[in-house]
């Protein structure tokens, strides 16, 4: 099973949807999240943390339930600009250190 | 915020040669570097952990002969892909971090074509 599974999309909606990402992990111990957003053939950039409490940015909001191992990230008022895939991370304690683990991501497109 | 950046962006070479990327830390000292390998439509896969001065740290499956790290200095890491091969094209991107191990910025990425 892997670390991080998210869903496999595409996404494809109106301008204006509201639409709903979902992501698992299976390592108990995960000590930090996180929704990074990648554009075709760029680097990944830092969407938002993710609370245990559930957090906001303008029309993004972010959700993690411990319990369930699950995180979610939710667009409302979807733009164009906001096509892209979306990484759900995780952090994963190694013994040697701690590791970002990403999720292999899910596509969103927006359409006019 | 925190600027890396690789070199080159992009580069082509012939199977059997080998390969420099570069990655720098350019306003920060980078405790830390990462590379990463994405195929096309996969997820970032972490190739190896450095820190500055010391061996690097490789992950399951990936060859340490073949993906040469040298993290000589604080703002400085370079990936030698040698001996390349058509399989070894991809896109490499690298991480820096500093003291927060919470916090990663990456660089633009390098996308490598071996023919």
């Known amino acids: 099973r892997k670390e991080v599974e998210q869903d496999p999309g595409p996404f494809n909606v109106p301008e204006g949807a509201t639409v709903a990402f979902n992501c698992t992990y299976s390592n108990s111990a995960s000590q930090s999240f996180f929704w990074y957003r990648q554009d075709c053939r760029k680097e990944p950039k830092l969407l938002m943390s993710?609370?245990?409490s559930g957090n906001e940015d303008g029309r993004f909001t972010a959700q993690l339930n411990r319990a369930s191992q699950y995180i979610s990230l939710l667009i409302r008022d979807s733009k164009l600009s906001d096509s892209a895939t979306y990484l759900c991370?995780?952090?994963?304690?190694?013994?040697?250190?701690?590791?970002?683990?990403f999720g292999p991501g899910t596509r969103l497109s927006v359409l006019p | 915020g925190a600027v890396v950046s690789q070199h080159p962006s992009r580069v082509i070479c012939k199977s059997g040669t080998s390969v420099k990327i570069e990655c720098r830390s350019l306003d920060f000292q980078a405790t830390t570097m990462f590379w990463y390998r994405q195929f096309p439509k996969q997820s970032l896969m972490l190739m190896a952990t450095s820190n500055e001065g010391s061996k690097a740290t490789y992950e399951q499956g990936v060859e340490k002969d073949k993906f040469l790290i040298n993290h000589a200095s604080l703002t400085l890491s370079t990936l030698t892909v040698t001996s390349a091969h058509p399989e070894d094209s991809s896109f490499y991107i690298c991480s820096a971090r500093d003291r927060d191990p919470y916090e990663q910025y990456f660089g633009p990425g390098t996308r490598l074509t071996v023919t």
């Open positions: 993710v609370y245990s």
């Open positions: 991370v995780v952090i994963i304690k190694r013994n040697y250190g701690q590791n970002f683990v």
